[in-house]
């Protein structure tokens, strides 16, 4: 049974549950891992996380369905692209199928935290590792913590999905060859400065460009992009440097499959923006934000969507996939994981 809460007005922060599960890599392998309930980290004022942030890290959620079962939304991507971090970071990778068992045994051990169907929260999961022991000369740390929490989060839009207003950063969030298709904690330290900046000046998000060229869009600091094209097409920007995002891969199969829209995965050039229909940003939190209006310095470039509500092909794409979730759709094969029924 969910327990007693306030469903609807629990925001977006941190609140302990139950049991998280922790796993630690020592002498070149992995222990068994265990649920604990012990919230805290206890670690060398040295450790390799604190000096040279080799950390990464995933986010997914849990859901309550329409017919009652609790389940999660292909954490085996979540596994898979963790592996690519930590890879990327000279971590141990965490087994992905351990990965998703342990994804598994969190939200069994916190069910009492899994939202009920139709309040609009879920339960967000934050699969993590990073290096444990003391680092002081520049290399890859020896022994690592990963780890699984879960934190209730509330209805990400309250009262409706408005369209949002956002900026075209003249900073930029990740270099060509360099850590931005990874799920790296630095890549976030680095653009607190320029969200900060941007909420100042009346932004709700910057529009990264890739750094080489400043022609091309790439993605926001924490979502890739989705546009629509006036006649229905779902384009999305395709570089090196954005993170792969799994709700805009999902949506691009749900456009296809679902929809029967025609989907394209290249280059998007700011010059051409405003020969879109919709435009949205996508990620777990959200699922789709809608973008109003993208201020390029003098240029506005304002969607016939408009500032009071999604665009039409947004909606659908967002109801459908919403509905695929919380098992009111049909889903592709493997792309939900019941945990309990
Ligand atoms: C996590 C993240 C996303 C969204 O990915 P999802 O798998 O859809 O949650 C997009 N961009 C960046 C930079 C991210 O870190």
Redesign the pocket.
């Known amino acids: 049974m969910p327990k007693d809460i306030d469903w609807g007005s629990l925001g977006f922060g941190y609140v302990a549950t139950d049991k998280r599960f922790v796993a630690n890599f020592k002498d070149g392998k992995w222990d068994e891992g265990t649920l604990t309930e012990d919230a805290t980290v206890t670690m060398s004022e040295c450790a390799g996380v604190l000096q040279y942030a080799q950390t990464c890290f995933?986010?997914?959620k849990a859901y309550r369905t329409e017919d009652g079962k609790v389940v999660c939304f292909r954490p085996d991507?979540?596994a898979s692209?963790m592996k690519d971090s930590c890879e990327k970071l000279k971590m141990p990778v965490f087994p992905e199928d351990k990965f998703v068992d342990a994804v598994v045994e969190v939200v069994k051990a916190n069910l009492d935290w899994v939202p009920p169907y139709g309040s609009g929260a879920t339960l967000y999961l934050r699969p993590y590792e990073f290096g444990i022991n003391p680092v002081i000369g520049v290399k890859p740390a020896d022994d690592y913590q990963f780890r699984i929490f879960c934190t209730p989060v509330g209805p990400y839009f309250k009262g409706g999905a408005k369209p949002i207003v956002i900026r075209v950063s003249d900073l930029d969030?990740?270099a060509p060859h360099g850590t931005?298709n990874i799920?790296a904690g630095l890549?976030?330290a680095m653009s607190l400065y320029n969200i900060v900046d941007a909420h100042e000046a009346g932004y709700s998000e910057n529009m990264y460009l890739d750094p080489q060229t400043r022609t091309k869009v790439e993605?926001?600091?924490?979502?890739?992009f989705i546009f629509i094209t006036k006649d229905g097409t779902l384009v999305t920007p395709k570089s090196d440097s954005?993170?792969?995002?799994?709700?805009?891969?999902?949506l691009c199969i749900v456009a296809e499959k679902y929809l029967g829209m025609k989907v394209e995965h290249r280059e998007v050039l700011l010059s051409e923006l405003d020969s879109f229909a919709e435009c949205g940003l996508?990620?777990?939190?959200a699922v789709i934000s809608p973008v109003g209006k993208i201020v390029d310095h003098g240029r506005e470039i304002c969607f016939p969507s408009g500032m009071d509500e999604m665009g039409p092909w947004t909606k659908k794409l967002y109801d459908t996939l919403t509905g695929i979730q919380m098992g009111r759709i049909e889903a592709p094969e493997g792309w939900i994981k019941v945990i309990a029924e």
């Open positions: 995933e986010g997914l991507l979540n692209r969030r990740a931005g799920k890549n976030y993605e926001t600091g924490g979502a890739n954005i993170l792969p995002s799994i709700t805009r891969r999902s996508c990620g777990t939190a």
